[in-house]
């Protein structure tokens, strides 16, 4: 299971931390690939950014040098740093386990993040 939280309304070039909580034992968590994802209205759901369980990252295109995702083993967290935001990174946020850019597991509730122009 997956708790996200930490969206809101923010103004262009305004910042937001994401955290998601996940429901499992810490060395459960630490064998998975977690991703943030998010869906615009009328698109498709997308990975956003990626960390291994070694804590390699990776980002689309898009937001690469803007947000950050980093995890916490120990307390089977993830987070999400989002910096100088955009209109177009307005989307409900959602946070799961990744297999090739796809989440693998049921999808939380998500957070909100609206970035006003």
């Known amino acids: 299971q997956f708790v996200e939280s930490g969206g809101g309304l923010v103004q262009t070039g305004g910042s937001l931390r994401l955290s998601c909580a996940v429901t499992?034992?810490?060395?459960?968590?630490?064998?998975?690939?977690m991703g943030w994802y998010r869906q615009a209205p009328g698109k498709q759901r997308e990975l956003v950014a990626a960390i291994t369980k070694v804590g390699e990252t990776k980002y689309a295109r898009s937001v690469e040098g803007r947000f950050a995702i980093s995890r916490d083993n120990d307390n089977t967290m993830v987070y999400l740093q989002m910096s100088n935001l955009k209109p177009e990174d307005t989307a409900v946020y959602y946070c799961?386990?990744?297999?090739?850019?796809?989440?693998?597991?049921?999808w939380g509730q998500g957070t909100q993040v609206t970035v006003s122009s």
């Open positions: 499992t034992s810490g060395s459960v968590f630490r064998l998975f690939t």
């Open positions: 799961n386990i990744d297999v090739g850019g796809n989440g693998a597991r049921a």
